[in-house]
């Protein structure tokens, strides 16, 4: 790779990060690493450390920085000698959630970093993890699948690489993915999500997003990270979901099963309210997670190193069917006329806290209550 080039790269991204040695020999190396870099106009002196910081550009791909490396007698190929080929960036902030043109979009794909993402099923949660990974990230490349262009201008819009599931690149790495996609929309769900995760770099994160739906709990029973999940045999549905989970963690990623989402204007209260009767009971235990609480607990989790662990998404505070609905009807948030829970028996649901996934995360919502956020949306509109 030419020092030209190096330096081009260089001009693409503002982020630094430590570029060491290792060995007896260190010094020696350093100060050629040094020279090597400085022609190219990238390096410079750390006076906090005395080591050398170099442009992520400068390496934009791992075939790089070994050609450098081997010319001048380093034989270690990672980003940092001497460290793992994979670690984790701190967040980094942005201004806003930026709606980035079309050029944006093609920028970043040209300069491509360590932390692009691939998010398959680029719905509503999955365009809204698109945004707020471009807030934390803002040099990064991420791309949404589809199935169909109907939301490609929408994505665009968003900063977000557009791409069909059918023009999509088998052999396209990604250091970081993730699966939005629902069974529903899918022929061959499990064999989409193994495509998905052969994608995978293996640096970075694989997430899958499953549902809470899996868990097997008594009615009106306490359910966490823990608790035992249905049988195979029983439901087609929670099959599908429990087989795309083991060819997730099977290779090293990550699954969150995520409660009920919903925004003001999204999520079952809409599709109660336009029903007619609904064949629910009233009182029946109802467990939820707000879109942007879901998008934001996805990226922490894409954030960790962890491989092969089971997260659970959920505000922890369950409620009741007719409570929820009693605090819609009373912000006036959904338009139509409800026609009331009619089931006087079956199930009674159940009760879901993730405190195991709040304490190792370090992670809490941002609405920690329905209700609250509902009957706040409320007073705002006044």
Same mark, same amino acid.
């Given at each position: ?48 450390? +005395? ?12 075939? +790089? ?136 770099? *293996? ?106 662990? /089971?997260?659970? *998404? ?13 605090? /819609? ?9 409800? +026609? *009331? ?7 009674? +649901? ?25 009957? *706040? ?6």
């Amino acid at each position: 790779m030419s020092f030209s080039a190096v330096r081009q790269h260089c001009l693409q991204l503002l982020w630094r990060s430590p570029l060491s040695t290792r060995g007896d020999d260190s010094s020696l190396v350093g100060d050629r690493l040094r020279h090597c870099w400085q022609r190219a106009g990238c390096g410079q002196h750390h006076s906090g450390s +005395g080591g050398l910081w170099v442009s992520n550009a400068c390496l934009p791909d791992q075939q +790089g920085i070994v050609d450098v490396s081997r010319s001048i007698g380093v034989a270690d190929s990672g980003n940092r000698l001497g460290a793992p080929k994979s670690r984790t960036v701190p967040r980094r902030k942005a201004a806003s959630m930026g709606h980035s043109s079309a050029a944006g979009v093609e920028e970043r794909e040209t300069a491509g970093t360590e932390n692009d993402l691939l998010i398959v099923g680029a719905g509503t949660l999955g365009s809204l993890v698109g945004q707020l990974w471009q807030k934390s990230f803002p040099h990064s490349r991420v791309v949404g699948q589809t199935n169909t262009t109907n939301s490609h201008d929408r994505l665009r819009s968003m900063g977000i690489e557009p791409v069909t599931k059918a023009e999509a690149k088998a052999d396209e790495k990604f250091p970081f993915i993730i699966f939005c996609a629902p069974p529903s929309q899918s022929e061959d769900y499990v064999a989409e999500v193994r495509a998905a995760a052969s994608r995978w770099s *293996g640096t970075g994160s694989l997430l899958f997003t499953s549902s809470s739906a899996v868990f097997d709990v008594p009615d009106g029973g306490l359910c966490h990270e823990d608790a035992p999940v249905i049988a195979k045999g029983v439901s087609p549905r929670v099959d599908r979901l429990l087989n795309a989970e083991e060819a997730v963690l099977s290779v090293g990623g990550n699954v969150v099963r995520l409660a009920g989402l919903y925004s003001l204007k999204r999520g079952p209260q809409v599709f109660w309210m336009n029903k007619g009767p609904v064949d629910q009971r009233p009182d029946y235990a109802f467990n939820v997670i707000h879109y942007e609480d879901a998008a934001d607990l996805c990226i922490v989790i894409m954030q960790k190193t962890t491989r092969g662990r /089971v997260f659970v *998404g959920c505000d922890g505070s369950p409620v009741t069917t007719q409570a929820l609905m009693d605090a /819609v009807l009373r912000a006036g948030a959904v338009e139509g006329e409800f +026609g *009331g829970f009619v089931r006087k028996e079956g199930p009674a +649901g159940k009760r879901m806290q993730n405190d195991t996934t709040r304490e190792f995360l370090g992670w809490k919502p941002k609405y920690p209550s329905s209700i609250s956020y509902i009957e *706040g949306s409320l007073k705002v509109a006044r």
